[in-house]
């Protein structure tokens, strides 16, 4: 329902314990994880909506993204002008992120994303996507990838079994070329996307 999205951003509930010179709330884990608790007692769908958008999209780019990044997009995530998804999950690798095979290849100004993410949460109707993949030389990164980049689509998952009130997506990319400034700096390696995961936590537990 997104004619909900500007209240939920009006009571505060995108990046809810991010500090509030980042657009967040400034609040505690305690106080996140009861907001989502008394979300997902009317519509878990909804819960998993503000989950991703605030500790997998927000996140990331507080944690890790430079002043340019946290800039631009925070502001905007938090009003819910942008809404955001997270790229871990693969098809041939499921949970464990470290059989990731989307490749991020080097090239003048930036890199080339190629491979597919599955059960993405807000996946079609995002905006933009913290997406994770390997260099070549076998680091993980994490990309922000905006939607409209050529070579990028984000088909919605039909037929599922559970969670059906949220849309979920496949991320697609063919030879995604996304510039140097997408790139997020502070973090390399799996502990970038671990830690989102362990943020989403609070909310889900």
């Not at 951003?9 to 967040?24: A, R, V, Y």
């Not at 106080?31 to 979300?39: H, M, N, R």
């Not at 996140?59 to 997009?73: C, L, M, T, V």
Request: aromatic share 8%; hydrophobic share 35%.
């Amino acid at each position: 329902p997104f004619n909900l999205i500007p209240k939920f951003s009006e009571m505060g509930f995108f990046g809810i314990n991010l500090p509030k010179e980042d657009g967040g709330g400034g609040m505690n884990n305690i106080i996140y994880g009861l907001v989502c608790q008394e979300i997902e007692r009317g519509d878990s769908g909804i819960r998993s909506f503000i989950s991703v958008q605030s500790s997998l999209v927000m996140y990331p780019i507080h944690a890790f993204g430079s002043n340019e990044q946290r800039k631009k997009w925070l502001p905007l995530l938090a009003k819910g002008d942008v809404i955001g998804s997270f790229g871990l999950t693969e098809p041939d690798s499921g949970s464990d992120p470290r059989g990731m095979k989307t490749l991020a290849k080097k090239v003048d100004g930036g890199y080339k994303l190629t491979g597919t993410k599955m059960w993405i949460t807000n996946g079609s109707t995002a905006d933009i996507a913290v997406v994770w993949a390997k260099t070549e030389d076998g680091i993980v990164r994490g990309f922000l990838i905006e939607k409209g980049m050529i070579g990028f689509s984000t088909p919605e998952m039909k037929r599922k079994w559970s969670l059906r009130a949220s849309i979920t997506s496949e991320l697609i990319m063919q030879d995604v070329f996304v510039p140097e400034e997408n790139l997020l700096p502070g973090v390399e390696g799996l502990k970038g996307p671990l830690s989102c995961l362990s943020q989403a936590r609070y909310g889900i537990g």
